[in-house]
T-cell receptor, first 114, second 113 residues
């Protein structure tokens, strides 16, 4: 079964450092998403991406965040200057169509900011 | 204001029992509805979509009441492997025509042998 791959599985970084979280969506999917889940809290939408541009972003997705699809396979989330409150599980997801069906989530990257 | 609200539980249920979860959502324009399952420190996985007519997948039955903005999930003959957090999820379309999923906080279920 096709899957969304995320690397690394766990990243520890010092406050103020830049991190890049990487995702390889399913190859024929066109819509890409980042969600995050702070420990013990709900999964929250960060950003959606289609046709090489951001289609929607949440209030959480401020100027410290950026996304990129640098080549035909990778989809990255960059946090420019990490804060303690950025510590969370970050999930990448992709879907083939714009229906909400067929959302496949990656296994996540646990980001710990110290 | 909570957009998708669930009883966080925990629900501790003996194996073989029937358990029901409920969920309410605040956005009447929500488009689609789902139940996801999340195991500890894992990604959410789609359990089933929810339709107004009600739908069943094996031991799982989901129901949507659009008038009351209420979603339910029923698990019959519960098994130890059903232990997980069940997430009520709503698909919404923004003013710009883009979609996103809005998650509830989840209901923790533990099946007891």
């Amino acid at each position: 079964e096709p899957e969304v791959t995320q690397t690394p599985s766990h990243q520890v970084t010092q406050m103020g450092q830049e991190v890049i979280l990487r995702c390889v969506p399913i190859s024929n999917h066109l819509y890409f998403y980042w969600y995050r889940q702070i420990l013990g809290q709900k999964v929250e939408f960060l950003v959606s991406f289609y046709n090489n541009e951001i289609s929607e972003k949440s209030e959480i997705f401020d100027d410290q965040f950026s996304v990129e699809r640098p080549d035909g396979s990778n989809f990255t989330l960059k946090i420019r200057s990490t804060k303690l409150e950025d510590s969370a599980m970050y999930f990448c997801a992709s879907s083939e169509t714009w229906t909400g069906h067929g959302y496949t989530f990656g296994s996540g990257t646990r980001l710990t900011v110290v | 204001r909570k957009e998708v609200e669930q009883d966080p539980g925990p629900f501790n249920v003996p194996e073989g029992a029937t358990v029901a979860f409920n969920c309410t959502y605040s956005n009447s324009a929500s488009q689609s509805f789902f139940w996801y399952r999340q195991d500890c420190r894992k990604e959410p996985k789609l359990l089933m979509s929810v339709y107004s007519s009600g739908n069943e997948d094996g031991r799982f039955t989901a129901q949507l009441n659009r008038a009351s903005q209420y979603i339910s999930l029923l698990i019959r003959d519960s098994k130890l492997s059903d232990s997980a957090t069940y997430l009520c999820v709503v698909r919404e379309i923004s003013n710009f025509g883009n979609e996103k999923l809005t998650f509830g906080t989840g209901t923790r279920l533990t099946i007891i042998p």
